[in-house]
């Protein structure tokens, strides 16, 4: 079983600010099989990106995301007060099908 | 608009049952793999169970299998989470998302979630 570690648990940045996301597996994972979600509270999670690297549909291209084999990055070049969230990296695992990181939250400094 | 939407969620003792529902629209559900996460109050998100889009092949996270049960009905656009032996722990709010898997594996639509306590 695959375990993703997502660090900081928590970012305290500015509005402007650079934010650098990071998502660590056990074993190596298939960029194709890694995705980054936003959540914001009292709403479901959002696709931001697929295959390690792809913005889904109507993402900005302030969000990024980088990486390969164990280690892959989530960056949110210039934060906007709508980006204080909590993001969740994700990967597939064939009969456990998905496992989740724990989170980073992003608040506002 | 594609648009999943949960229901069924509610207050049960622990022991109980409770079934949720998922009705989707706007794409050909019969098409699509589904999944159920959730995620308890306070907590991050738990992959509980994952269905094919014909239905025929199920997985369940350790922490459900044997307890819940998931299904789908394509002429009636629905998936369901038949949920029996409910615990504390389950208590959260339940999601239903669309998988997306064939060259890359997410779930790209999801339902904004039906809330499970269970409480003596």
């Known amino acids: 079983e695959i375990v993703l570690t997502q660090s900081p648990g928590t970012l305290s940045l500015s509005p402007g600010e650079r934010a650098t996301l990071s998502c660590r597996a056990s074993?190596?994972?298939?960029?194709?099989?890694l995705a980054w979600y936003q959540q914001k509270p009292g709403q479901a999670p959002r696709l931001l990106i697929y295959?390690?690297?792809s913005r889904a549909t109507g993402i900005p291209d302030r969000f990024s995301g980088s990486g390969s084999g164990t280690d892959f990055t989530l960056t949110i070049s210039r934060l906007e007060p709508e980006d204080f969230a909590v993001y969740y990296c994700?990967?597939?695992?064939?009969?456990?099908?998905?496992?989740f990181g724990q989170g980073t939250k992003v608040e506002i400094k | 608009e594609v648009q999943l939407v949960e229901s069924g969620g509610g207050l049960v003792q622990p022991g109980g049952s409770l079934r949720l529902s998922c009705a989707a629209s706007?794409?050909?559900?019969?098409?699509?793999?589904m999944n159920w996460v959730r995620q308890a109050p306070g907590k991050g998100l738990e992959w509980v169970s994952y269905?094919?889009?014909?239905?025929?092949?199920?997985y369940y996270a350790d922490s459900v299998k044997g307890r819940f049960t998931i299904s789908r009905d394509n002429a009636k656009n629905s998936l369901y989470l038949q949920m029996n032996s409910l615990r504390a722990e389950d208590t959260a709010v339940y999601y239903c998302?669309?998988?997306?898997?064939?060259?890359?594996?997410?779930?790209?639509?999801w339902g904004k979630g039906t809330t499970v306590t269970v409480s003596s």
């Open positions: 998302a669309r998988e997306l898997a064939v060259d890359y594996y997410y779930m790209d639509v």
């Open positions: 706007g794409f050909t559900f019969s098409s699509y793999e």
């Open positions: 269905i094919s889009s014909s239905g025929s092949t199920i």
């Open positions: 074993q190596s994972v298939s960029s194709s099989y």
């Open positions: 295959g390690a690297s």
């Open positions: 994700q990967q597939y695992g064939r009969h456990l099908r998905w496992t």
